[in-house]
């Protein structure tokens, strides 16, 4: 008998299979995390630095015994504040949990939660390539990732970075320099170590126009800062700064695995400028250069953690849209690999990776001119019959 042509590709069916099952035994841990636990998350530190704001002043935010006292009011913690656990984050994203304060902290997760879930759906609305199972399994392998699930999990923010990125890519596309640059400023201000040299990396490759529209928002959003914060508060966040430095785990997806120190800064700088190089001379190819601004920034920070690396999905989505070479789509599936390991404690891997990718995605025209993967780039295009 024939086999049924309609059928996708059994190596497509088990990947969705396989990404379901996990994103779905994510959810579960996720609500029993919750239900057990229901305090312990990172939202509750963006919850009272809103709170602080609302009830003192944003000039406050940052006032680590005001920070203990309102955690204490709001929460079972009556020591929750630390070098792990305390605001550092521009004042924007506090502005932004404003709203969520009318609610107590378990509700507020859960309304963080929903609307982080709705805007990584967005993102890959805007950006995923292809059509059918194939797109879907995309956004399974999104939420299957484990440091995805652990960004859930806490209540992290990078749901909204990879949704200003999505956006930012979405605007640039269309040439529509403003909004692109107000995207990437947006993403700047929630978590600047994963984007800063994004706008460097655009700049250099001659896109100056969102990037003078990313300084201008930049600009009008750190002097509404400064209006915010006063003297006091500038002075209380050097000291918050300078305080959650003090706690190495901070660190803990950078290279200081490797050495730290002038070992750790030397790695970090060496990667970040290669990453600006070849943004520089890939500058034909814009998807190139968005990928390389944002691996350049994740592989120059400094602060970076576990919940950061699904960052990565955003110029994974955007490479994916065109022609890919066979060794930078078996990069990418190895990248997916090295991201689940970061749930045993094995680090190592996903720096090596992301330091392999940057010289990947500089050679990516050449290899793709050599090892070109035809049946994938086909099954990605809408109007793709399988078995055809």
């Given amino acids: 008998?024939?086999?049924?042509?309609?059928?996708?590709?059994?190596w497509l069916s088990a990947a969705a299979l396989i990404a379901l099952i996990t994103a779905a035994d994510g959810l579960v841990r996720r609500v029993m995390h919750f239900v057990a636990q229901p305090y312990d998350n990172d939202f509750r530190l963006?919850?009272?630095?809103?709170?602080?704001?609302?009830?003192?002043?944003?000039?406050?935010?940052?006032?680590?015994d005001l920070e203990q006292k309102v955690m204490a009011a709001v929460t079972p913690y009556a020591n929750g504040i630390d070098t792990m656990h305390n605001y550092v984050t521009p004042p924007p994203l506090a502005w932004l949990h404003a709203p969520f304060t009318v609610l107590s902290v378990p509700a507020g997760f859960v309304a963080w939660t929903v609307l982080t879930t709705a805007l990584l759906i967005v993102a890959w609305w805007l950006v995923a390539p292809g059509h059918g199972l194939a797109r879907v399994t995309l956004l399974l392998i999104a939420f299957a990732l484990w440091p995805m699930y652990y960004s859930f999990?806490?209540?992290?923010t990078v749901p909204l970075t990879i949704a200003c990125l999505a956006l930012c890519w979405r605007f640039l596309e269309r040439e529509r320099w403003a909004s692109a640059g107000a995207a990437l400023a947006a993403a700047f201000f929630v978590k600047p170590q994963l984007v800063l040299l994004l706008p460097v990396a655009l700049l250099v490759a001659g896109r100056?126009?969102?990037?003078?529209?990313?300084?201008?928002?930049?600009?009008?959003?750190?002097?509404?800062?400064?209006a915010s914060l006063g003297p006091h508060g500038l002075a209380t966040y050097e000291g918050s700064v300078a305080y959650t430095s003090t706690n190495v785990f901070h660190g803990i997806l950078t290279f200081a695995w490797f050495g730290r120190g002038v070992v750790a800064t030397s790695i970090e700088v060496s990667l970040g400028l290669f990453a600006l190089g070849l943004a520089r001379y890939r500058r034909d190819r814009l998807d190139l250069v968005f990928a390389l601004g944002i691996v350049g920034s994740t592989a120059s920070a400094f602060y970076l953690h576990e919940y950061d690396v699904p960052v990565f999905l955003v110029p994974s989505w955007i490479l994916m849209r065109s022609r890919l070479s066979v060794p930078q789509r078996g990069w990418l599936l190895l990248g997916i690999a090295c991201a689940q390991l970061v749930a045993i404690g094995v680090i190592k891997p996903i720096l090596l990776w992301e330091a392999g990718w940057i010289g990947l995605l500089g050679l990516e025209p050449w290899l793709v001119s050599r090892f070109p993967d035809l049946r994938f780039e086909r099954m990605l295009r809408p109007g793709f019959v399988p078995g055809r």
């Fill in 208 to 226: 100056w126009r969102p990037v003078l529209y990313f300084a201008l928002t930049a600009v009008g959003l750190g002097l509404l800062c400064l």
């Fill in 1 to 10: 008998m024939r086999a049924d042509r309609s059928l996708p590709p059994l």
């Fill in 153 to 156: 999990t806490i209540g992290q």
């Fill in 46 to 64: 963006n919850y009272v630095a809103a709170k602080i704001g609302l009830s003192y002043g944003w000039s406050h935010i940052y006032d680590r």
